[in-house]
């Protein structure tokens, strides 16, 4: 299989706080990939250093045949590349659900406004909301504004969907439908990496999951890894209801 996803010996601190000591992993084209981990733990830095909202101070990032710790990263090219998704949902409020997803299609792409629209109205239906295209993102629930955040990565069609905790601010039916919605994406064959407190969800979904533990990968392997942890501290992580 190929990676295309390669992340070499990243270190990044933030002043004093050594928040990446050294991870190394890499996502081979169709994985779905977990990584959990304690909070503080690098997980979610490590995921906004693949998308260059972090710098690294040290290591190697490709993704998509792209150098992204290289400073002279073509930044438009690599988030055409790669789609990512936070635990906010970051929607315009003044747009209607079509609009928001609408928006770096005409702007990003200068993609006509009748093909912006019908990729908007498939990627909605593709999450399940394909009735809700004129409703404000006021009007939804936070388990559908967030599959709207899901769909408008996903209409820019990337190569890779980076997932931040979506669903920590979810209460658990809400989790429930996008949890839903990611299961189908990884069916499909969409590479995913995704941060996440699921276990249940990462254990069942995700091809490998992949534990942090102070800055650093810890311990590595499929779904039964959580049924039986070789080290302590996965176990103490697991046994704390996490």
Not at 79 to 98: A, D, M
Not at 198 to 220: C, L, P, S, T
Request: aromatic content about 4%; proline content about 4%; overall charge negative.
């Amino acid at each position: 299989m190929s990676a295309i996803v390669k992340v070499d010996d990243i270190h990044k601190s933030f002043g004093s706080n050594h928040v990446l000591k050294g991870v190394s992993f890499e996502v081979n084209k169709g994985e779905m990939i977990a990584v959990i981990g304690a909070s503080g733990s690098g997980k979610s830095t490590a995921l906004r250093c693949i998308d260059r909202l972090e710098t690294v101070d040290q290591g190697q990032i490709e993704v998509c045949g792209i150098r992204v710790d290289d400073p002279k990263v073509d930044l438009h090219h690599l988030r055409r590349e790669v789609g990512i998704v936070f635990q906010s949902y970051n929607l315009f409020p003044h747009l209607t659900v079509e609009e928001n997803i609408m928006l770096a299609l005409r702007h990003v792409k200068k993609m006509p406004r009748d093909e912006a629209r019908r990729i908007a109205l498939n990627v909605l239906e593709q999450v399940g909301l394909g009735p809700k295209a004129d409703a404000y993102p006021e009007q939804l629930s936070g388990g559908q504004q967030q599959r709207v955040a899901i769909a408008r990565s996903l209409a820019m069609s990337p190569k890779v969907m980076l997932f931040d905790e979506v669903t920590s601010a979810l209460d658990p039916q809400l989790t429930g439908e996008v949890l839903r919605v990611m299961e189908d994406l990884a069916a499909d064959g969409m590479t995913m990496l995704l941060v996440t407190h699921e276990m249940a969800f990462a254990k069942r979904v995700a091809d490998r999951i992949i534990y942090m533990h102070h800055g650093k990968v810890w311990e590595v392997g499929d779904g039964g890894m959580l049924d039986a942890p070789r080290t302590p501290e996965l176990r103490a992580f697991l046994d704390n209801g996490l």
